[in-house]
């Protein structure tokens, strides 16, 4: 059985209207829900990496950021969805339970 839904009266800048505006009256409800879920699994994700003893730090996410951005500009595009077939082919072979796979940071 579902739970009832509620209903709230909130206040958004004029930006934020906009996007909600545009979704129309019965889809704004499923972008802010969609929103707000999405928010909750970034902060316990956050809250994961913490317990695990690692701390992100603004600083830290720009440095990933500048990192990631770089290699993506030094590798063609055949390079990036190679690389990315292996990963998604070990997450799989993890998933399935499968440790014969190579590992995606094999060369």
């Known amino acids: 059985?579902?739970?009832?839904?509620?209903?709230?009266?909130?206040?958004?800048?004029?930006?934020?209207?906009?996007?909600?505006?545009?979704?129309?009256?019965?889809?704004a409800s499923a972008y802010v829900t969609e929103s707000v879920r999405r928010r909750r699994r970034v902060e316990e994700h956050k809250e994961m990496l913490l317990a695990a003893g690692i701390h992100v730090t603004e600083q830290g996410v720009a440095e990933a950021r500048a990192l990631r951005l770089g290699v993506e500009a030094e590798w063609t595009p055949q390079r990036f969805e190679a690389e990315r077939a292996k990963i998604r082919a070990?997450?799989?072979?993890?998933?399935?339970?499968?440790?014969?796979?190579p590992r995606a940071d094999a060369a």
């Open 1 to 27: 059985m579902t739970e009832p839904q509620r209903r709230f009266t909130i206040s958004v800048p004029p930006d934020v209207s906009q996007i909600l505006e545009s979704q129309g009256n019965r889809m």
């Open 90 to 101: 070990a997450m799989e072979a993890e998933l399935d339970g499968d440790d014969a796979t």
